[in-house]
């Protein structure tokens, strides 16, 4: 039996905690290629992210997976409505963020916050840890009234990155802390805030090795003491099973599979989600599947200007059957464990009995 599924996320707790929901987002960005295009005034469009679907909850982390240039960082900052979206609706409390400007987008900029890759790049090198952190909370109103009180938030916010005592770092610049420290004081900007939604985008991979999990520790003590709902966008699926409770997966633009965060790592179920656990450095890994062929995916992604008809992932697919380049795949049940789906036709019962 087939069962396709309409709810936007892998549903796994109440959906009294989720926050922040996107319902079938795209973001298109428009393009001129060539130097004709130009002449021509002809514009392209890059599908960077196409009807993508999912809810955050509040103490749960989600897992965004996927190669360079699937669109991970698109979703965020979608979500942090650094781009408007080409379609679709993205609710925080269940309410549409459907106007820029004015009290509500105020109050949904508060509540969802954004953490940048690259800490260097997202800190100003000529203003100290005190003026990044004190104009953050000057812009969220939560600087206090006098000068004991913002002393004491500020100390608040250090403490909350475990970087104590605050006076070893207040007045330091970007550029004499570590790569650890700077990412740690780019979170405590996103705290001033007091959000309820982190976007942290790639946040450990430009950090050195031994540090990342360090940080990523640090975020999962945030989303247990304050309930937090974060997005984790990654190429690392390895890191994903480690800190997300579930995991999307992302290819040309669009989501392929969902499900929590152990189900999507051991027992992989779309095509490029196996291929993507094969080519993981994952020790501890056993995917217990014996029936990919030896000579698996192979090729790059597609572009994204002209994506491929039907299934994204077909032309790179050891499993593609006709139907695959011609009809979109909707999100199907795995079957083994609730929530687990794939948008992968090997999944529609039916199709497959008529193939063989
Ligand atoms: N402002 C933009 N204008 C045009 N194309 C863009 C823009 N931003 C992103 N893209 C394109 O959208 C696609 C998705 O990019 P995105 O950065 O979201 O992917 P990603 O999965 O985060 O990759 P990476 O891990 O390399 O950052 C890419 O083809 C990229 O070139």
Redesign the pocket.
């Known amino acids: 039996m087939t069962a396709e599924l309409d709810a936007p996320a892998s549903g796994t707790t109440d959906d009294s905690d989720v926050v922040l929901e996107a319902e079938g987002v795209s973001k298109h960005?428009p393009?001129r290629r060539t130097g004709r295009d130009v002449v021509k005034r002809t514009t392209h469009h890059?599908h960077?992210v196409d009807d993508v679907s999912f809810a955050l909850r509040r103490g749960h982390v989600t897992a965004m997976v996927?190669e360079?240039?699937?669109?991970?960082?698109?979703v965020a900052r979608v979500m942090a409505q650094l781009h408007r979206q080409t379609a679709g609706t993205i609710r925080l409390h269940g309410e549409p963020v459907d106007v820029r400007g004015g009290r509500r987008f105020r109050a949904y900029c508060r509540a969802v916050q954004m953490v940048f890759q690259d800490p260097f790049a997202s800190l100003n090198p000529i203003h100290t840890v005190r003026y990044h952190l004190t104009r953050a909370l000057r812009i969220h109103g939560n600087a206090g009234r006098t000068r004991a009180e913002r002393e004491a938030a500020l100390e608040d916010l250090l403490a909350s990155v475990q970087l104590t005592p605050a006076r070893n770092y207040l007045d330091k610049f970007p550029h004499e802390l570590s790569g650890g420290q700077r990412q740690r004081v780019a979170i405590a900007r996103a705290l001033a805030a007091d959000p309820e939604v982190l976007l942290a985008d790639?946040p450990v991979s430009m950090l050195d090795v031994s540090i990342r999990l360090g940080v990523l520790n640090l975020l999962r003590d945030l989303k247990d003491r304050l309930r937090l709902a974060i997005l984790y966008?990654t190429?690392d699926i390895a890191s994903a099973r480690y800190f997300a409770d579930d995991i999307q997966v992302?290819y040309a633009?669009q989501v392929v599979e969902g499900g929590d965060s152990e189900t999507v790592t051991q027992s992989p179920a779309h095509p490029y989600t196996r291929l993507l656990v094969e080519s993981a450095p994952d020790p501890d890994r056993l995917t217990g599947r014996t029936d990919a062929p030896e000579d698996s995916a192979q090729g790059e992604p597609p572009s994204?200007i002209s994506p491929p008809s039907g299934c994204r992932f077909h032309p790179r697919c050891p499993f593609a059957m006709d139907r695959c380049s011609v009809a979109s795949p909707p999100r199907l049940e795995v079957g083994d464990q609730p929530g687990h789906w794939a948008a992968c036709w090997l999944f529609d019962t039916p199709s497959v009995e008529a193939a063989s």
Not at 68 to 74: A, L, P, R, V
């Open positions: 960005f393009v890059v960077a996927g360079s240039g699937s669109g991970k960082s698109t790639e966008i190429h992302m633009g994204l």
